[in-house]
């Protein structure tokens, strides 16, 4: 008889919360969109119609219509369904809000670093972590840091410009430039080699390799070759530790 009771007291224990888990008032009530920096723009309502959608997706039995509690216990999948389809952000958190039942989506964007381009002047912009992220206007002047990569080596949306490794030093490359004093030069990347060449109006061309830092060179080469930059063809930091010049 104890046994009769205690399993018919579950079985309701599980209708009623169940019952519950389905009612209106435990559903998502709203998105709350947040950018970080403000300044950044985006489509809030795609947002919220992406959130959406992975709650209806996810609808079950158990789970009611967009429900509130399935919301709050997958966050990070909501996040990283999101962030898939948005190599241009950097992360992507969501947060949940109990007594509002509203969630919360906080966009981070990827900051343009500079612009890789092919042979045919193709562009895509890459940030910080070399990520090309989103595609890029073809660069004129010296505004924008870009490379072109003369083996016409394609990078899509999504993928790293070069290996992990060597990231670090292609903006150590435009720092280095910028530290000698070399305004627009053209910078050419052999996917081959991993030597990235750069020249400007009234400079050397300079001969450097992802795989080599070359910012231990700046202060040797300010102090005993920069004002004669005119008079040298070219000055290589391709070895660590090493300038060649002539």
């Known amino acids: 008889m104890y046994a009769i009771l205690i399993f018919a007291s579950l079985v309701l224990g599980m209708i009623g919360i169940e019952y519950l888990l389905h009612r209106p008032f435990l559903s998502v009530r709203g998105v709350l969109i947040t950018i970080d920096p403000a300044s950044a723009q985006t489509n809030e309502l795609a947002i919220t119609n992406e959130v959406f959608s992975f709650l209806d997706a996810h609808t079950s039995l158990f789970f009611g219509h967009r429900s509130f509690v399935l919301a709050r216990m997958e966050s990070d999948d909501i996040a990283q369904a999101i962030l898939a389809d948005h190599p241009e952000w950097q992360s992507v958190r969501v947060g949940a809000y109990y007594f509002s039942r509203q969630l919360t989506v906080t966009i981070k964007p990827r900051q343009r ?22 595609p ?3 660069p004129e002047g010296a505004l924008i840091p870009f490379i072109v990569d ?15 490794g060597a990231c670090q030093n292609v903006q ?21 080699s991993t030597d990235i060449t750069a020249h400007a ?8 390799n992802l795989r080599t830092d070359p910012l231990f060179a700046v202060d040797a080469i300010r102090q005993k070759l920069q004002s004669t930059f005119s008079t040298i063809a070219y000055i290589d930091v391709r070895v660590p530790n090493r300038i060649y010049y002539k």
Do not use: K, Y
Request: hydrophobic fraction near 50%; charge should be negative; proline fraction near 4%.
């Open 201 to 208: 109006s009234g400079t050397p061309e300079f001969l450097f």
């Open 113 to 134: 670093v500079g612009l890789w381009c092919d042979a045919a002047r193709s562009c895509v912009w890459f940030d910080a972590s070399c990520m090309a992220f989103a």
């Open 150 to 164: 003369n083996q016409s080596h394609t990078v899509p949306i999504g993928s790293a410009i070069v290996d992990g």
């Open 172 to 192: 150590n490359v435009f720092a280095f430039l910028g530290a000698v004093g070399v305004v627009g030069a053209t910078i050419s990347f052999d996917t081959v």
């Open 136 to 138: 890029g206007p073809q």
